[in-house]
């Protein structure tokens, strides 16, 4: 491999690089084992993921001219429907969604 001379851009890179003290576990807030690998999501995130993945059962059904697409027999379309329905309800139910003011009024 061959190097490169440093750019104006990247002159001072590798002196910074050296001078910036490594970050400790207690300031990355997972302890003494680092970074956390796994987080508490809000309860509106986890209605957010619901809602996109009955979405896409709602596009196969919708790509199926409205019936239960090849291979998903376990797919019913005004069942799915109404799930999202519930779904947004659910949204609008919890906790996060008074964190985060509608623009439409209706909500």
Same mark, same amino acid.
């Given at each position: 491999?061959?190097?490169?001379?440093?750019?104006?851009?990247?002159?001072?890179?590798?002196?910074?690089?050296?001078?910036? =003290? /490594?970050? @400790? +576990?207690?300031?990355?807030g997972g302890g003494a084992g680092g970074i956390?690998?796994?987080?508490?999501?809000? *309860?509106?995130?986890?209605?957010?993921?619901?809602?996109d993945e009955r979405w896409d059962r709602?596009?196969?059904?919708?790509?199926?001219?409205?019936?239960? =697409? /090849?291979? @998903? +027999?376990?797919?019913?379309?005004?069942?799915?429907?109404?799930?999202?329905?519930?779904?947004?309800?659910? *949204?609008?139910?919890?906790?996060?969604?008074?964190?985060?003011?509608?623009?439409?009024?209706?909500?």
């Amino acid at each position: 491999m061959r190097k490169r001379a440093p750019t104006r851009a990247t002159r001072g890179f590798s002196r910074r690089a050296r001078i910036v =003290p /490594p970050a @400790h +576990a207690g300031r990355l807030g997972g302890g003494a084992g680092g970074i956390p690998e796994v987080t508490k999501v809000s *309860a509106l995130a986890e209605v957010m993921v619901a809602v996109d993945e009955r979405w896409d059962r709602l596009k196969a059904v919708h790509g199926a001219d409205w019936q239960a =697409p /090849p291979g @998903h +027999a376990d797919l019913d379309p005004p069942h799915e429907a109404m799930q999202l329905r519930q779904q947004f309800r659910e *949204a609008k139910r919890s906790t996060d969604h008074a964190a985060h003011p509608t623009r439409c009024g209706r909500c």
